[in-house]
């Protein structure tokens, strides 16, 4: 096998993990990782507004827009207006966003992080700058995205057939 094919087959192996995670995510809680990030970062932030939750997953406004839109809808969350400065605009977790944080899984990316802390410095600047000359080979270096994997299960708790 060239060296193209077996970084290929590995890259294609990373995206099925964080793409089977995120459907497991979706099985058991009803989530996707967007959502989750965004729950847990309302959770630890009460009163967060928009563009803060934004910066903090590295999303646009619109999509975190989005995003609330569909957890109050599933009444998950709650924006409310400050009462001081009708301008601002809080996110709140609801009672049932609380239960739904408290029984949602750790983030995927926990477990990575682990490992990859463990490296050597040069190890990891290694890894780093593989993976950014990989996205500019792909045409991907500006790509909206946050530095957050989906979350769910690292390992795949279903028996191999």
Same mark, same amino acid.
């Given at each position: 096998?060239?060296?193209?094919?077996?970084?290929?087959?590995?890259?294609? @192996?990373? =995206?099925?993990?964080?793409?089977?995670r995120s459907k497991q !995510?979706?099985?058991?809680? /009803?989530?996707? /990782?967007?959502?989750? !990030?965004?729950?847990?970062?309302?959770?630890?932030?009460?009163?967060?507004?928009?563009? #803060?939750?934004?910066?903090?997953?590295?999303?646009?406004p619109a999509t975190v827009?989005?995003?609330?839109? @569909?957890?109050?809808?599933?009444?998950?969350?709650?924006?409310i207006r400050s009462t $001081?400065? %009708?301008? @601002?605009? /809080?996110?709140?977790?609801?009672? #049932?966003?609380?239960?739904?944080? #408290?029984?949602?899984?750790?983030?995927?990316?926990?477990?990575?992080?682990? @490992?990859?802390? %463990?490296? $050597?410095?040069?190890?990891?600047?290694?890894?780093?700058?593989?993976?950014?000359?990989?996205?500019?080979?792909?045409?991907?270096?500006? =790509?909206?995205?946050?530095?957050?994997? $989906?979350? /769910?299960?690292?390992?795949?708790?279903?028996? $191999?057939?």
């Amino acid at each position: 096998m060239h060296k193209d094919e077996e970084l290929l087959i590995a890259l294609r @192996r990373v =995206i099925r993990a964080i793409d089977l995670r995120s459907k497991q !995510l979706n099985k058991s809680i /009803g989530l996707t /990782g967007p959502q989750l !990030l965004v729950l847990r970062f309302v959770g630890q932030e009460p009163g967060v507004m928009v563009r #803060q939750i934004a910066n903090n997953i590295n999303l646009s406004p619109a999509t975190v827009t989005n995003i609330l839109d @569909r957890l109050e809808a599933r009444n998950v969350v709650q924006r409310i207006r400050s009462t $001081e400065d %009708k301008r @601002r605009v /809080g996110v709140f977790l609801t009672d #049932q966003g609380q239960e739904m944080l #408290q029984t949602a899984p750790m983030p995927f990316q926990e477990h990575f992080t682990n @490992r990859f802390s %463990k490296l $050597e410095e040069w190890e990891q600047s290694q890894m780093v700058a593989t993976m950014q000359r990989l996205a500019h080979m792909m045409d991907a270096e500006n =790509i909206d995205v946050s530095p957050f994997l $989906e979350v /769910g299960e690292l390992i795949d708790t279903k028996p $191999e057939s």
